[in-house]
């Protein structure tokens, strides 16, 4: 008796229901209060100033005061049945929602056996069935399970290529087939990243941990929309092909880039918006290929570039509109890369190159326009590198002057109306 009545203790508590006695005895107390409010209502609208105590009970005032009665007793009997219909109905949405749950569970288990097997083909099925679950999952931390999983496939170590030699055909094969699962993950990422947050196999505002994974081929980012949750690209390596974030949207939450390796192949975010949460690229490694920020627009948020290494790659952030983020350069090194800033605005919100180092490579502000925000060279070191500012208009930015002395060093070009 003790266990029965503790498990429907649990069940009404799951549910959120009152007991019946106490809901219906409220419900009548409800009831009560509404009516009398409306007979006091009307009697102050018919403006009744005292009963007559005088007048005799009539047959046809004993009929009413008869059909009265048997009224209040029918709505009151229609009380009961709208609690008992109401408690019936949350009853069946909680089995509906247990059932489906359980289904779910099943369907999951088969899907994580299927991305074990040492079949790609296989793993393979069991990605997309993943997928689906996500898409079809009755509540927000089962999809988020599902999405934990793949990501987690995606960062389980991995054999390199052994290359096409003949003695090696077979292991070559199995890598491209495996290297194939990897791939669809990224690309169904993409495609759910893209979908109106919202909307049916739409995963906005989940989390995405992608930290320490390898992306060795052209994957396609475009146009997704990271507006809540957490997305950690935080130690990936970039190593080949093309990944596309063109047009994405960065308006919410964290991304996170930090300490990403970009070695090879060409990251795009061209027409990104940045306008707001947080982007991080601290301390990520621009060591080869290219990555584009051109005619990005910077409006809100912050975007951190605290410490990245500019030493070996081409990095665009030409025409692109700084208006109102803070974007931080600070304690950043450019000692080999090209990185170039040519026709950029600088119109609002805060762009910070404090501390950074130029030992080397090429920097280039030409046409740069510098109209209102703030631009902070301020600790700026100029020792090597090449860095130009020919044909910028504007006010010099902040401590830039100072930063490369006086007179300036011959790597360093201003504008004549900042010398």
Same mark, same amino acid.
């Given at each position: 008796m003790t266990s029965r009545r503790r498990s429907r203790s649990l069940n009404e508590r799951e549910l959120r229901l009152w007991r019946v006695g106490r809901a219906l005895a409220l419900t009548f107390v409800a009831a009560v209060l509404v009516a009398g409010g409306v +007979?006091?209502?009307?009697?102050?609208?018919?403006?009744?100033?005292? !009963?007559?105590?005088?007048?005799?009970?009539d047959a046809k005032t004993l009929f009413d005061l008869v059909k009265l009665s048997f009224g209040v007793v029918a709505g009151a009997g229609a009380l009961v049945a709208l609690v008992v219909a109401y408690r019936r109905q949350r009853v069946d949405e909680a089995g509906a929602h247990r059932e489906a749950t359980r289904l779910h569970t099943e369907r999951f288990s088969q899907a994580v056996d299927k991305l074990g097997s040492d079949s790609p083909a296989v793993r393979l099925g069991g990605v997309h069935a993943l997928a689906g679950l996500a898409d079809d999952a009755p509540d927000d931390n089962l999809r988020q399970t599902c999405i934990d999983v793949l990501c987690a496939y995606l960062q389980l170590p991995f054999k390199p290529d052994p290359g096409n030699a003949p003695t090696d055909q077979e292991e070559h094969h199995r890598y491209l087939a495996l290297r194939k699962v990897r791939h669809t993950i990224l690309r169904l990422i993409g495609d759910h990243y893209r979908r109106p947050q919202g909307t049916h196999r739409s995963w906005q505002g989940c989390d995405l941990?992608?930290?320490?994974? %390898? !992306?060795?081929?052209?994957m396609d980012f475009s146009g997704a929309v990271f507006?809540?949750? $957490?997305? =950690? &690209?935080? #130690? $990936?390596?970039?190593?080949?092909? %093309?990944?596309?974030?063109?047009?994405?949207?960065?308006?919410?939450?964290?991304? =996170?880039?930090?300490?990403a390796a970009f070695s090879g192949g060409r990251v795009l975010f061209d027409r990104a918006a940045f306008?707001? #949460?947080?982007?991080?690229?601290?301390?990520?490694?621009f060591s080869g290929g290219r990555v584009d920020f051109g005619s990005a627009a910077f409006s809100g948020g912050r975007v951190l &570039?605290?410490?990245?290494? +500019?030493?070996?790659?081409?990095?665009? +952030?030409? !025409?692109?509109?700084?208006?109102g983020s803070e974007v931080y350069f600070g304690d950043a090194t450019f000692s080999g890369s090209r990185v170039v800033f040519s026709g950029a605005t600088f119109s609002g919100g805060r762009v910070y190159f404090s501390g950074a180092a130029f030992p080397g490579g090429l920097v280039l502000f030409g046409g740069a326009a510098f109209s209102g925000g703030r631009v902070v060279f301020r600790g700026a070191a100029f020792s090597g590198g090449e860095v130009d500012f020919g044909s910028a208009t504007g006010p010099a930015p902040e401590g830039l002057l100072a930063a490369v002395?006086?007179?300036?060093?011959t790597t360093v070009s201003l504008p004549a109306g900042w010398r």
């Open positions: +007979f006091y209502g009307l009697v102050v609208l018919l403006d009744f100033q005292e !009963i007559d105590t005088t007048a005799k009970l941990v992608l930290t320490g994974i %390898t !992306i060795d081929g052209s507006s809540g949750g $957490t997305v =950690d &690209f935080s #130690g $990936t390596e970039f190593s080949g092909g %093309t990944v596309d974030f063109r047009e994405a949207e960065f308006s919410g939450g964290t991304v =996170d880039f930090g300490g306008s707001g #949460g947080r982007v991080l690229f601290g301390g990520a490694a &570039f605290g410490g990245a290494a +500019f030493s070996g790659s081409e990095v665009h +952030f030409g !025409i692109a509109a700084f208006s002395g006086t007179p300036p060093a």
